[in-house]
Structures are given as C-alpha cells and as structure tokens.
C-alpha cells in the first residue's frame, strides 16, 4: 500500500482518508475472503492536537461512542501511535484529533467498523508520515475491530488494500491480493434490519462435520481458481456456503426468498454480506445487475421487508490520503 508521506514534524497539520466499505466472507470464506466495494466510503479527518492520545471532535453518528476508547476509529489511531512511539518518531504535538464522516449504514454494532478502523488508522499514520508498514497497520485496524466486531481480517484487508483478498494467516499475518475478474459486478441488497456482529457471530457452530469443512474449503480454493482464470460461471457456482449462512439466514427474514429470486434472474451466485443483514450476488454486467436487483427488492418486498438496492464493482483503490 501506498499513502503520500505528510511528514511527522508538522509539514501537515489535517489529513482525510476515505475508505471502502466491503463484503465480508464472499460465501464460504468465513473470516478468510473479502472485497472492497466501489460507493459509500466512511471518511476520518485527523489533525494534531493539544490533547494527549487521541480524541474524537465527531464520532460520525450519533449512535456511534464518542469515548474514543470505544470507537472503532480511535482506537485503530491510538494503535498506530503506540506503534509510532515505539519507533521513536517524535510528534508534532501532544495528540491527535479525528472527525469521522460516516456514509457506510449502522445496520449493527458499528457499522462499517472495519472501514471506520482503516480509515483512523490510516489518517493518524499520514499525519506522522506514512511511516508504517501495511503488515503494522493491519495489525492496528486489527486491534480495533477486534474489540468491536471480533478478530477477523476479512473485511479490514479490503478496505486498506481494495481488491479482493485472501486472509491466508492471521499470526502472523499474511494477506493476499486476487485478481478481479473481468465484467464482476456486484448487487448489494440492504433490508430495513438490524443484526449485531457480536449475535450474527453467536449463532455460527461451535463444531461442523468433515464433510462440510472439506466442502468449504473447496470453494474458497474455486473462488481463488476463478480469479486467477477470470472465469465468472467458475466464481459463482463457489458461492456456497454451509457454515455461516444456514446459521444466519433465520436472523434475516426475506433473506431466502431473496437469494433465491437472485438466482432465478440471472445471478452468478448470492449470499449474505458479512455478518449481515446485508445481502450480495455477484453478476455479470451492468445489465445482469438491475435486473437482479429488481428482483431481490420485489422479494424483500413479498416478505414484508423494504429493501434498498445498488449495483457495483469491486473498488480496486482501498484507502485514499489526501491533505486537508
């Protein structure tokens, strides 16, 4: 990853990132496969500050936690100053201050907090410098998201680097880029619901049987054979999950019947976002996508749901620093 250094004796004094939002999981990828979506970005302003370590001038919802030991951006920041600290990089002044502009929606917990954990991350390191390297950062984001949603990188490697990626080892950590595939576009269908991370989480197995662990793996191992050999069919008939989904699809009611018309209109596979409520197919073309779209939205509706669609792609770009 490449962020323009700002310098950390006080060249700049405010920086923005903006940072994708993502699919977690992509399917059968439990914790271990996520890509970045081109759209809503969440957006975090730091600035040097009098106030030691890092507050929070706008937590960015009024849901949010202003106590920035709480919130998913500060925390990530208050990691990379910890980080810096160790490196003897002197700063400008006692602390920093983070804004935080959030478009991704609070549909549990956070929302976004992955997003939102990066784009702190990211900010504060700007302001020192861009010193950091991704492996370190990875871990800061990973600091953060591990209090709020839990110890996953899935959604956090995306949203730093774009792309799709494959969560190869957590510790140490070890993350790799796939190539997208030519003409993937993506239907996002968000349900008028809420379902915290920390319940999403809750309902998944303890214990699964040999045959679906080895069915898991299968697919994760098509979904990387499939953007390697940019082969869409390959890609969706890999979307299939036996894990997360049939544990989290009775959280989400119209989520079924949702899936299900998203095939029947032509989608390449579907499944749950994450850890919801979120739903995602993967099409091919722009085309393929409304109509998809439409159909997912006219199912939600049938179960009694309201329900919001887009067609996208995947954001190939990650973070973005720029001064203020």
């Known amino acids: 990853m490449t962020v323009k250094a700002l310098g950390a004796s006080g060249a700049a004094t405010r920086v923005v990132v903006s940072v994708p939002g993502g699919i977690g999981n992509l399917g059968p990828g439990l914790d271990v496969l996520g890509c970045a979506i081109a759209g809503l970005r969440d957006e975090v302003t730091a600035e040097w500050s009098d106030v030691p370590g890092v507050s929070l001038l706008d937590a960015g919802h009024p849901e949010l936690p202003r106590d920035p030991t709480r919130h998913t951006s500060a925390i990530a920041a208050a990691a990379v100053l910890d980080a810096a600290r160790r490196r003897d990089v002197v ?4 602390g920093i201050a983070l804004t935080v502009r959030k478009q991704l929606p609070l549909s549990g917990g956070q929302g976004g907090s992955a997003a939102s954990a990066v784009a702190g991350a990211v900010a504060a390191d700007a302001l020192l410098g861009a010193s950091l390297d991704t492996t370190t950062l990875l871990q800061c984001c990973l600091a953060a998201e591990e209090i709020v949603a839990g110890r996953h990188l899935d959604n956090i490697a995306p949203s730093l680097l774009g792309g799709i990626v494959l969560i190869r080892c957590l510790d140490p950590i070890d993350v790799v880029r796939l190539p997208i595939p030519n003409g993937l576009r993506v239907v996002l ?10 319940e999403a ?40 999950d036996r894990i997360a989904e049939p544990a989290r699809a009775p959280l989400l009611p119209g989520f079924v ?47 009694g749901v309201e329900c919001t669609t887009r067609v996208t792609y995947v954001d190939s770009n990650g973070a973005v620093a720029r001064p203020a």
Request: proline fraction near 4%.
């Open 257 to 303: 019947e949702a899936k299900r018309a998203a095939i029947s209109a032509g989608a390449l596979g579907a499944s749950i976002s994450g850890a919801g409520p979120t739903a995602f197919a993967f099409v091919a073309g722009d085309e393929a996508g409304e109509r998809v779209a439409a159909a997912m939205r006219a199912a939600y509706s049938l179960a």
């Open 189 to 198: 269908a968000h349900p008028s619901q809420r379902l915290r991370t920390s």
């Open 91 to 94: 700063l400008s002044r006692a």
């Open 201 to 240: 989480r809750g309902v998944l197995p303890a214990s699964i049987p040999r045959a679906d662990a080895l069915h898991q793996m299968a697919q994760v191992g098509a979904i990387v054979a499939a953007c390697h050999s940019n082969d869409l069919a390959l890609l969706g008939r890999a979307i299939d």
